[in-house]
Every structure is written in structure tokens, then in C-alpha cells.
């Protein structure tokens, strides 16, 4: 997205008040702590505009990739009038559903959408706060496919830089996948 005084001042305001933790969860870890941006109105209100706008036109449903991305993704979906398809961690949703395996540090985890739960073609933002190895986003929009559904792009509000994610995703999913962060460290 083109730097505009307009992004520059969002990233200066959910900068602001996000909070920046040492040794969290272990030691040589600085963890990037949204919880005081949701707590800020006009902050939360800015960071759930601002990484939908790349995407305006292109999405008919958020899909909020659990747990940070429902908050994300739900505030985005008012503003923009769209939908919010939650993708679960394992074991959460009632109906039938469609699993994606993901690799974690010590093992593996899965996400989980209902079978169904939107039209075949149904374009899908995926959206989630972290953008660290990969895995989870990459995960999410693999289920997306799987279940007929379009992934639309890929919205997060930081991004790891250092940790390759971006990279992980193209060599897994395209380079015509698009990934939208706001802010990058």
C-alpha cells in the first residue's frame, strides 16, 4: 500500500499505544502487545480501517483467524459491511467442519472452519494481528481453498519481519497472493 500521510499517521497511532514487552514469553523475545490498541478507540477503529483498505472491492467476508484476528477481523467487518467467518483452533465449532494441520515449534495444531458456511467462490480476507512464520495464515488460507471459497489477501496488523512468513507464504501459496501489514519490525 502507497505511504500516504494518512497510513503514516494509523501506524503513529496504533504505535502508540501498542506495548512493546521484553522477554516475553522467554528471554531475547521483545513481544508486540495490540491489547492497549483495542482498548483505544480511535486507535482500534483506525487499525481495523487500515488494513482492509488494500483490499476494498476485493472481499465479500473477513475470516478472523482465532484468537486476536476475531477481534480484528469483527471490527472490520462493521466498518466495511461485510461478513466474519471465524476460523477456530481445533474442537471449538459444532457442525461439521474442514481441518488444516499446521506446523508449531514442539508438534502440530489445526484450524477449523464449518463445511458450508459460505457460497463456493465466496472471496475471503484473511485476517489475523501477527504475521510471524507463516503457519497459522498460512494454514487458514489453505482451509479457505479447500472449502471453495477465494482468498482475497492476507491482512495482518504487524508483521516479524526476521521471521520469514511473507517468504513462507509465497513458496507455499503464490506470489500473486497479496500480504498487507501495517506495520513491520
Known sequence: ???????????????????????????????????????????FHALAEAITVPFEGRFDVLAGVEARGFLLAAAASVLRDAGVLPVRKAGKLP????????????????????EGELPPGTR?????????TGGTVGAAARLVERAGWHVAGIAVAVELVDLGGRAKLAEELGD??????????
Open 95 to 114: 457442525r461439521k467442519v474442514l481441518s488444516e494441520e499446521y506446523a508449531l515449534e514442539y508438534g502440530t495444531a489445526a484450524l477449523e472452519v464449518h
Open 1 to 43: 500500500m502507497e505511504q500516504t500521510p494518512a497510513v503514516q499517521a494509523t501506524r503513529d497511532l496504533v504505535e502508540a499505544h501498542m506495548a512493546t514487552i521484553p522477554d516475553f514469553p522467554e528471554p531475547g523475545v521483545l513481544f508486540r502487545d495490540l491489547t492497549p490498541v483495542f482498548a483505544n478507540g480511535p486507535a
Open 176 to 185: 500473486d497472493l497479496e500480504v498487507y501489514s501495517l506495520l513491520q519490525y
Open 124 to 132: 475471503v480476507l484473511i485476517v489475523d494481528d501477527v504475521l510471524a
